[in-house]
């Protein structure tokens, strides 16, 4: 190998976490409190709009066994909901919507989650028939599909009016994994991607990835929204139990092999802040 290409190969590692810090827009390590330890938005973690969200039974901040330090264990299907204002850190527009969500969790799902729905993360804006975003673990399989969900504007993704659970699994917006590698004696990292949303041309796109490798992506779908940007919010926790560590945002679609560095980061996102 020649010297140049040498140098080049041993340094790209460097170079792609360069380019994600330089793309980095939020993060929580949940090592010491539920609010981010970084982001270009506003940092609280609330319970509810306005109300700061505070450790308790349903939501306890545990200082050791996270993957990265400390971690948050949600023990019981519970109803505090701990979210992040999305306003300056999503980074939603109308035109060309991009970002990535990375998070890792700890969970057995069929012996953990309790009955009904699970979405251990959430993007949600003023209308869920306006866009919804969301991360779930299905309730009448077993054992449980884990999805990603990205429904536009409820006339484009439901026309007829249904059910989410009744529509076929192919005509659905989301990837869908039907044996999933989640266990709760080891973390699973989760990243998803949102490409072009609101766009027209280049078309809108969305990916999933479990511990570094694709999954799926949803296409040939048009992903619009009609959000107030002002009511954004990334929501954990809605009927999930189980842990989950390193919470970060990115301002746009990382690649195959940015997502792979990141989900082999040594010290997590922390290392790039």
Known sequence: ?????????????????????SSLVFHASFDSSLNADFSKGDKTC?????????????VKLVTTGGKFGGCV???????????????????????????????????????????????????????TKKGYIF???????????????????FNIWNPTNVQWADIAFDKRPMVQVAKPPFNRDTWTHVAFTLSNVNSKSPKPSASLYLNGT????????????????????????ASYVGHQDDLAVFDRALSDSEVLQ????KDGVGSLR
């Open 1 to 21: 190998m020649k010297p140049l290409t040498l140098l080049l190969c041993l340094a790209s590692p460097l170079l792609g976490q360069d380019a994600l810090k």
């Open 46 to 58: 609330f319970s509810k709009k306005g109300v700061p969200c505070v450790p308790n039974d349903d």
């Open 73 to 127: 264990h949600f023990p019981k299907k519970g109803v505090t909901r701990p979210q992040f204002s999305g306003v300056k850190m999503l980074g939603y527009n109308d035109k060309s919507w991009n970002a990535t969500v990375s998070i890792w969790l700890r969970l057995t799902p069929d012996e953990d989650l309790e009955p009904g729905y699970c979405d251990p993360v959430q993007i949600t804006g003023n209308d």
């Open 135 to 153: 991360l779930e673990f299905s309730k009448d399989e077993t054992p449980r599909f884990f999805r990603y969900a990205v429904r536009p504007l």
């Open 214 to 237: 694709k999954q799926g992506s949803i296409d040939n779908w048009d992903l619009t929204f009609g959000w107030d940007p002002a009511s954004l919010a990334l929501v954990l926790g």
């Open 262 to 265: 990141l989900f082999q980061l």
